[in-house]
């Protein structure tokens, strides 16, 4: 039961990770090209390439360990995206209007799956995890992400997975002063007597938009606005 509840919080936590972080990467209709020299993208203009993307991510963070390598690219040949729309769709929804309820952009957009992008995993012998993505996105997107909301109907809802439901209940938090603007969003999952929490924040930077999700049975917003300011700090020093 606690790994199936762990793997449906994961599902979620991805969907976080995607909408939050890369949904409607093109809404500005940038054009992509691709650079020869890396076999990175890059969009056209001063955005980064996928590669300074990977080297900008959180080295390691405090008490964790990196799972697995560093994914970077395109955003739609990204194993972590692959697997995540695999997974997806494992999973129904009692509200499939809320497919996107935990990145706030149901309807949104359609995904720019040529943007560069960058996504590290960690882990804890606690069982939290830690997952960061690095996109790079015109500011007028970025913002967008911010500032979406998740939909007052959206606020509860069920997903089943392997023919077991779970429940889910969102909880959107003031924005926090991080970057150039943030918004932070809590999912609480419940399957029988199981239990386990998520917590991702959204960040705009400079070109690029951050996302770092936290997932364990006792997870907070604090340490997951703590993780994202410091995966903040991180990309400023590094990116250009």
């Given at each position: 039961m606690a790994h199936r509840l762990v793997r449906?919080?994961?599902?979620?936590?991805?969907?976080?990770a995607c909408a939050g972080a890369c949904g409607g990467g093109g809404a500005d209709g940038a054009k992509t090209q691709q650079v020869k020299s890396t076999g990175r993208a890059a969009l056209a203009g001063t955005a980064y390439t996928s590669a300074q993307l990977q080297q900008a991510l959180l080295a390691q963070p405090a008490g964790y360990k990196r799972v697995?390598?560093?994914?970077a690219g395109e955003y739609g040949a990204l194993k972590a995206v692959q697997n995540f729309e695999q997974l997806h769709r494992q999973v129904t929804?009692?509200?499939p209007d809320c497919a996107g309820a935990a990145g706030g952009t149901p309807g949104g957009k359609a995904l720019d799956k040529t943007a560069p992008a960058a996504i590290a995993?960690?882990?804890k012998s606690s069982g939290q995890t830690i997952t960061e993505t690095l996109m790079?996105?015109?500011?007028e997107a970025a913002e967008q992400h911010v500032k979406a909301k998740v939909p007052a109907a959206c606020g509860t809802f069920k997903t089943k997975v392997g023919g077991k439901w779970s429940e889910h209940r969102v909880v959107e938090s003031p924005s926090a002063a991080i970057g150039d603007g943030s918004?932070?969003?809590?999912?609480?999952?419940r399957s029988g007597a199981s239990r386990v929490k998520t917590w991702y924040v959204v960040v705009q930077g400079r070109r690029?938009?951050?996302?770092?999700?936290l997932i364990g049975p006792n997870v907070t917003r604090a340490e997951a606005e703590q993780i994202a300011r410091q995966a903040d700090a991180q990309a400023r020093r590094v990116l250009p």
């Amino acid at each position: 039961m606690a790994h199936r509840l762990v793997r449906t919080a994961m599902i979620m936590t991805a969907a976080a990770a995607c909408a939050g972080a890369c949904g409607g990467g093109g809404a500005d209709g940038a054009k992509t090209q691709q650079v020869k020299s890396t076999g990175r993208a890059a969009l056209a203009g001063t955005a980064y390439t996928s590669a300074q993307l990977q080297q900008a991510l959180l080295a390691q963070p405090a008490g964790y360990k990196r799972v697995g390598e560093v994914d970077a690219g395109e955003y739609g040949a990204l194993k972590a995206v692959q697997n995540f729309e695999q997974l997806h769709r494992q999973v129904t929804l009692d509200k499939p209007d809320c497919a996107g309820a935990a990145g706030g952009t149901p309807g949104g957009k359609a995904l720019d799956k040529t943007a560069p992008a960058a996504i590290a995993t960690y882990g804890k012998s606690s069982g939290q995890t830690i997952t960061e993505t690095l996109m790079s996105m015109p500011a007028e997107a970025a913002e967008q992400h911010v500032k979406a909301k998740v939909p007052a109907a959206c606020g509860t809802f069920k997903t089943k997975v392997g023919g077991k439901w779970s429940e889910h209940r969102v909880v959107e938090s003031p924005s926090a002063a991080i970057g150039d603007g943030s918004r932070t969003v809590g999912i609480s999952t419940r399957s029988g007597a199981s239990r386990v929490k998520t917590w991702y924040v959204v960040v705009q930077g400079r070109r690029y938009l951050a996302t770092v999700s936290l997932i364990g049975p006792n997870v907070t917003r604090a340490e997951a606005e703590q993780i994202a300011r410091q995966a903040d700090a991180q990309a400023r020093r590094v990116l250009p």
